[in-house]
């Protein structure tokens, strides 16, 4: 059982979280966007071995944030709130 | 076999209390103190099971949680329990594994005769045609250990405990006593456990003493140390498993018929004082009763006063079994020690014949060892044999923790490698050999300033030589004593060339089942070394994982049991739903009335149906979400989410809508609310609530920013009691609801405002009958007056209660789908018959582009549609797909997602997803489940009321 550190609520348990997926992944809006880019948006992900960028929810407070952590040594780097640097990618 | 009780001594016994417990239907005496282990060997019970595979007889080996062959299976306590942990206990009853009728006498003996035809993966290369499961049950049967009662049940759900700790400390020897004791002087919190029921490893059978006072002393001063700073220690505790970012999971046994404990323990740093394995020497026979471990022989002897033979071979090829070979020798006991070393051996004990360079070849006895023949052809007759080949660091959790290991040559035996944060190993589990290594090794790892606590007395040296099998020996050297695996398996699946640690464990099952391998795993591997030509190093181990010791799954579940697997939610009518004779099911995690009264459930439900229709009916919905969005964005908002534009509704009226997933997938359908100009409610499918609302919020705050939206789960606030029926709008103006019901100030898809009883409410006219409908919600804990109002109301209009069932038949006449039910992962929107928003909406939303894609645009794409069967059949079943020749093959193009039979129309319907359905009404296809072949017609989805007239009926 990991502990994660939600920006709002402090760490807790990771059964609180629920993964929302690679941070920056950035929506290409319209219906003309081409099919490729639609797909990567949908589909492709980089899956890094080592640090990542990722949003996560803690279910109990119910803010999204970004955690850098560590898919191998899952350690945890740092969480920060959305509409901090996030939001400026 | 000749062990005996002395008549004297045994620190661990209470003589003045005795007991006796029952082995294999046999009469056992023994002490308070007694393990089961002890107590078999104190009645000379030589053979105590049968291995795993040959049903050879075996004896005790160890002493501890590394035993192989002393497992029993213990009434009320659980299947393969060793013998050498577990205390005995008065009027116990304790069964031999893997014999029948006993250990003694077993019938399934002569397999060890055809042993050589049977070696590693015979099973698998013998038993391959027609079908290994023709042959899997009577060979299951043959083989394996214990007996799982399947009658028994939990007597109580076991208890779970979260702890966090500056320090825990795995192991209360001597490294972790004195580890312990410092960290609680220093001020710490401690936890302290041991797996053992009494403190001490192995102060409580060697020599030794310990700032001036004996080891007793020390162990009683050191625990009263740290308890007395309020510190705990928790005996008969096995710390099973370290997961991610250090969570230690303990398992503590219970003396008093509990079921065992689960602790989540959270320390800031881990101490592992976890000690070392004796491991077994390597020659013919090996495994005869009556060969033991050396050290397992002094704990019987000091602890338990029970000397396990009078004639007794020690073999050797280390310093720890010198002081074994004393301690016999003054119990009384004839002893030749056999060491492998040709230096560096430390003087004989007095009266001991040492045979230096020596090592014993082969074991010789039936039902136990009676002689052993050395490597020059000397055979000596013994009673027992006494083996020490060395010690194996206990590091199972260290590697746990992912950290690696690394082989030293000197003490032949593998050490922590590279530190692990958070992580110290200190003592035996270090490789520090004598007591004044391990005291100072603990010191160590606490980082403590303190000085270690002084020992006098024996030093052992480190010296070892290499003891590992040798491929091509003569006779049966066994390996791996609980998985029945033979040095000539190993050699077997190295020439079958499973030369990695991985695939030998899997292919010879060497290092598996209860004990995993803790006592063979290293002469395996040695010996698999040996022979691919690679170092013990090269050749590494297998990943240790969780659980070091088996755990029983009831601390695991621990309350999740039963009801509380997974709670149900609750409606807050249920009493009021129950008085009325409701039946209960569970639907999208709620419980929910499926029909009232009757024990004829498809002949309340279809009545149910039919009398909806007539003339009321009244419905408990109070499960459908209702998750506000409110603020300046808020209508903007809700055109991203939807599918549907959702802007142009005007407050005060509803529209049904779809959310889609970013790939196109009709995720959620109901209705949306507009209350005012910034504030909206969607009413979601009950079993997506919770799925919605993270949705929203995860649009909310990633797109729109928190100050431009606010969402408010407000489901459980409210109750939503729905009146249906043409009869439903007189019912509800015989009740005082403070709004006028007047279809031009409430006409169908509006939202109004009144008061009942002084309370808020809302009347929405929706519908999911196809009838004219009210929802009424107001606080649900105000929901009661107002049902009891309106079953009271309903009685002039002979109106009926529904369960789902029956309300699940009225809206498939109205072909409305249940999301995941009528819809699957690949259905759009288009697919549903709503294409509008698709091909005229200009504003983005979520999922737009994906309906633009090849796939989306596939002409074959299964659509909704409804199906007829010929007069007199009965309903399609649910799930029966509609097949079609395509050439040779026969292929699926569609399937029935729900079929009922329709009270109103007298015939079954059904609705279906169907390729190019849409364009196929008035055609008849074949249908086809399990086997069985029918025909179907396909027809629109709304079979009732087309036109809607009934909505203001
Ligand atoms: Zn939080």
Redesign the pocket.
Known sequence: MQIFT?P??GP?DESEFHFGGEAGNTRPDGAGVPAERWAQYLYMRANPKGATREVWV?L??G?FFVMERDSVGHKVAASQALGGAEKSE | MSAERLSTGGSAIDRARPLSFSFDGRKVDAFAGDTIAAALLANDVAIVGRSFKYHRPRGVWGSGVEEPNALVDIAGRGPNTRATTEAARQGLVAVSVNASPDAARDRSAFLDRFARFIPAAFYYKTFMWPDWHRFEPRIRAMAGLGKVDPTWTAPEAADQINHHCDVLVVGAGPAGLAAARLAAHEGKSVLLVDEQMVPGGSLRHRDGEIDGKSTAQWITESLSAVTGAGQLFLPATTAFGIYDHNLVALNQRHQDGRPDTLWRVRPRRIILATGALERPLPFADNDLPGIMAADAALVYLRCYAVRVGRRIVIATNNDSAYEVAEALIEAGAAVTLIDMRQDGLPSAPKGVTVLRGRMIASAQGKSSVESVTLDDGTRLTVDSVLVSGGWTPTLHLFCQARSKLAWSEKRAAFLPGDPVEGIAVAGAANGAVSLSEVFTDAVRATQSPSPAPASTGREASGGVVPAWPIAGAKGRIWIDYQSDVTAKDVELAARENFVSVEHLKRYTTLGMATDQGKTSNLLGLALLAGISGRSIAETGTTTYRPPFTPVPLTSFAGPRSGELMAPVRRLPLENTHRAQGAVFQEYGGWLRPAFYGGTDAEAAIQDEARRARQSAALFDGSTLGKIEVIGPQAAAFVDFIYYNTMSTLKPGRCRYGFMLSENGVVFDDGILVRLDEHRFIVSCSTSHVGAVHVRLEEWRQDRFGRDAVYIHNATSEMATLTVSGPASKQLLATLDLGLSLADADLPHMAIGEGRFAGDLLRVARVSFTGDRSYELSIRADRAEILWRSLQEAGKAFDAVTLGLEALMILRAEKGYIVISKDTDGTTMPQDLGVDGPRTKRQTDYVGRRSLFTEVAQAPNRLQLVGLAVPDGEPPLAPGAHGILQDGLKLRSQGFVTSSYLSPVLGRPIALALIERGAARHGETIDMQHLGQKRHATITAPCVFDPSGARFNA
């Open positions: 939600c709002f609520c807790r803690h109990t407070c803010e």
